[in-house]
């Protein structure tokens, strides 16, 4: 098993273009989540999927949507990047109670 | 809602030595407190966890304490080794175990 996957690892986009971020599991989790990581803070919480087909904002949602594709994948998209959105951005699944992220994505804003 | 406050920020510890992190939180209801451990360009990685009906849990060298009527929790490393640096995040859940509000995390380094 692959656990929880994310594609690209890295990306550097320019202020306004727009990007998606793809996570998969096969893991079977019913809930996923997107996290942001920032020097000092910690990982908020930008949006969460408790089931396939429902999709629920989280600490942080603003600049950002998502979309529950299937149970396998978790999507977030940036419509038009803001440099305030440089980050590092981890997918997550969760089986009962635990939580288990993917490698993340480093998304840089110039 | 809840907040998670997490000490220190960094710690320098001798190899063989223990290291102690602590967190505290504000959500009487949180049930579930996860520890993550996470090495440079990786993703966290769950280590230990408790749920708020134990005190206490050991896996060999790694220890996670809880004080409810405090609020506060706490992860004990013993007999540290140079694999035991990286950064640790302690987390409490909400909406019952739905979602984890993260503390700020810990830089841990090991010296030899």
């Known amino acids: 098993n692959a656990g929880v996957t994310q594609t690209p690892k890295f990306q550097v986009l320019k202020t306004g273009q727009s990007m998606t971020l793809q996570c998969a599991q096969d893991?079977?989790?019913?809930?996923m989540y997107w996290y942001r990581q920032d020097p000092g803070m910690g990982l908020r919480l930008i949006y969460y999927?408790?089931?396939?087909?429902?999709?629920d904002k989280g600490e942080v949602p603003n600049g950002y949507n998502v979309s529950r594709l299937n149970k396998r994948e978790f999507s977030l998209r940036l419509e038009s990047a803001a440099p305030s959105q440089t980050s590092v951005y981890f997918c997550?699944?969760?089986?009962?109670?635990?939580?288990?992220f993917g490698p993340g994505t480093r998304l840089t804003v110039t | 809602g809840e907040n998670v406050e997490q000490h220190p920020s960094t710690l320098s510890v001798q190899e063989g030595d223990s290291a102690v992190i602590k967190c505290t939180y504000s959500d009487s209801a949180s049930n579930y407190f996860p520890w993550y451990k996470q090495e440079l360009g990786k993703g966290p990685q769950l280590i230990i966890d408790i749920r708020s009906n134990v005190g206490e849990k050991k896996d060999q060298r790694i220890a996670v304490t809880l004080n409810k009527t405090a609020k506060h929790f706490s992860l004990h490393i013993t007999e540290t080794q140079p694999e035991d640096s990286a950064v640790y995040f302690c987390a409490a859940s909400i909406g019952g175990a739905q979602k984890l509000v993260f503390g700020q995390g810990t830089r841990l380094t090991i010296n030899p």
């Open positions: 893991m079977n989790h019913n809930s």
């Open positions: 999927s408790a089931s396939e087909g429902t999709t």
């Open positions: 997550a699944g969760r089986q009962g109670y635990e939580q288990y």
